[in-house]
């Protein structure tokens, strides 16, 4: 599946390489006569209800952010990873000291996978809430000599938003299935309608479930790192200005080095998605390949969806390919 995501995303805006091997789309006149480079965005798929994207900013150069966009893209700031499935969170923020780890990232960093993998787990199961699932999850990983991670930030109860909004991302794909599908399917990935209708009918299960999601959103984080999940602790506002999605395998992107070229606020979401069939792999309870295509998709869409949930429409994908 990411084979193929890989292959199209050079050709997901429609468009002819630029001489820097860099896809791109001119979509207006104004913009081809000033060179900017143009990328789908989260409203073109009527997504992106919350409020982190460049729409919002007025601290930003627009040559700035084109300029950085191409350099992410061209995968100049790309390093290697050891992990093979989301460790850390795509949020775009450091440590105090400026830094993040280098490890695969997604929206929760192995939470991802504990959403991901539930929503596309096709599971009647009643007997388990969502600390549970994050503990049984973790310890699955752990067994196939995986590191998980999660985080929080230096000023809230649960700062990671994948967390945080974790029932609302859930509602969110209920209520936006056939426009969080319509993105991915642009950029490669189709869901298919009995996979789209077995995830939204478990999300529809979970958020019907009594008690599944923990009413103390930070015990979710502390029931990862009680099972071994190593803990992050970020600084600071949201400025993520896009997604890099990255499909280069046994790679991420140094946000440290983005901050270190263009200043602290030109940050970016990372989504290491070549990371996640890997991960539906590990967790996949059948031997069936159709439940481990679906859990992965499940993942993929567990990622659109909390980037709808928190990004602003103007949000852009940034492929690295």
Not at 53 to 71: E, F, K, S, T, W
Not at 112 to 131: H, M, P, R, W
Request: a negative charge; glycine letters at 10%.
């Amino acid at each position: 599946m990411f084979e193929s995501l890989k292959n199209l995303l050079k050709h997901f805006t429609g468009s002819q390489e630029s001489t820097s091997g860099i896809s791109t789309q001119d979509t207006t006149s104004s913009a081809a006569a000033a060179g900017n480079t143009q990328y789908i965005t989260l409203s073109q798929f009527n997504l992106g209800t919350g409020s982190i994207g460049p729409g919002n900013r007025n601290d930003i150069d627009q040559n700035v952010l084109n300029q950085m966009y191409h350099a992410i893209a061209s995968g100049l700031f790309n390093v290697p990873v050891n992990n093979s499935i989301p460790e850390i969170c795509v949020d775009g923020r450091t440590n105090k000291n400026g830094y993040r780890k280098s490890a695969p990232c997604a929206a929760g960093g192995t939470l991802s996978i504990v959403y991901g993998g539930d929503l596309g787990s096709n599971s009647a199961a009643t007997d388990i809430n969502e600390v549970q699932l994050t503990t049984q999850t973790i310890n699955r990983l752990k067994e196939k000599g995986h590191q998980a991670g999660v985080h929080g930030d230096d000023h809230s109860d649960c700062g990671c938003g994948a967390c945080s909004k974790a029932p609302t991302i859930y509602q969110h794909i209920t209520e936006h299935i056939n426009d969080l599908a319509s993105l991915t399917n642009q950029l490669g990935i189709n869901i298919t309608e009995s996979e789209k209708d077995s995830i939204v009918q478990q999300a529809k299960n979970r958020l019907n479930q009594a008690g599944f999601f923990a009413e103390n959103r930070a015990s979710v984080v502390q029931a990862a790192q009680d099972s071994g999940a190593d803990y992050e602790e970020l600084v600071g506002q949201h400025n993520e200005l896009g997604i890099a999605l990255n499909t280069r395998v046994g790679t991420t992107v140094d946000r440290s080095a983005i901050r270190s070229k263009y200043g602290p606020q030109y940050d970016m979401f990372v989504v290491d998605a070549w990371t996640f069939g890997n991960a539906a792999k590990d967790i996949n309870s059948t031997d069936n390949e159709a439940d481990e295509q679906r859990i992965a998709k499940a993942i993929t869409l567990q990622n659109v969806a909390t980037a709808s949930v928190l990004g602003h429409g103007s949000l852009p994908i940034i492929p690295i390919a």
